[in-house]
């Protein structure tokens, strides 16, 4: 089944604690990019990737860190969580012009305490 | 800032009747738009998606209408199911691509009831 796969799906941590949010796609697709959702915010994207080795800051990308160093992998760290990240967070791919937008992960909600 | 923003942010329906859910953006680079639907608990669904060349597209039982004069676009449900029942958001990107920079609007709440 083609689909993007995000873990954890649920996750509590410290503030300041290392976290990294795993996302991995298993249909080829070029782009990628993670986004978080608020009440009142809706979606605003953090990092998107056009191709392994190539990411680019999305509109809120402080806090955040990415890599892509494979097609499939993106993962998003954060290298010290603070409770402003407190949020739901979704992982996407697409296979580029014509294919239709994103296909969205199903969520990983991190509390920040 | 320039963003993608929606007129109304709950719109309640009759089953069976059709749905309209509106969009304005502020960027008039923007050339690229797509709409998506989130069931709770889960993340946005591509629905439908239409180029700035374009007025209009039709998929099956969703149309997207797009006025470039006035920055706007809607997406039309027709016979509107319970399974309908989601928040809509529309996205827009610039280069006439789906991938890359998205901006999403903030999202419509549609309830159906039976």
């Known amino acids: 089944e083609a689909q993007v796969t995000q873990n954890p799906r649920y996750l509590i941590t410290v503030t300041g604690k290392k976290l990294t949010v795993t996302c991995s796609q298993n249909?080829?697709?070029?782009?990628m990019s993670w986004y978080r959702q608020d009440p009142g915010l809706g979606l605003r994207q953090i990092y998107y990737?056009?191709?392994?080795?190539?990411?680019d800051k999305g509109d809120v990308p402080e806090g955040y860190k990415v890599s892509r160093k494979e097609k499939r992998n993106f993962p998003l760290i954060l290298e010290s969580p603070s409770p402003n990240q407190t949020s739901l967070y979704f992982c996407a791919s697409s296979g580029g012009q014509g294919a239709g937008g994103y296909t969205f992960g199903s969520g990983t909600r991190l509390t920040v305490v | 800032g320039e963003s993608v923003g929606l007129h109304l942010p709950t719109l309640s329906v009759q089953e069976g009747d059709n749905s309209i859910i509106n969009c304005a953006y502020s960027n008039s680079a923007s050339d690229y738009f797509i709409w998506y639907k989130q069931e709770s608990g889960k993340g946005p669904q591509f629905i439908i998606d239409i180029r700035s060349n374009m007025d209009k597209r039709q998929g099956q039982r969703v149309t997207v209408l797009l006025n470039k004069t006035v920055k706007h676009l809607s997406l039309q449900i027709a016979a509107t199911q319970p399974g309908d029942s989601a928040v809509y958001f529309c996205a827009e990107t610039r280069g006439g691509t789906s991938y890359g920079k998205l901006t999403f609007g903030q999202g419509t709440i549609l309830t159906v009831h039976p």
């Open positions: 990737s056009m191709n392994v080795e190539v990411t």
């Open positions: 249909m080829n697709h070029e782009y």
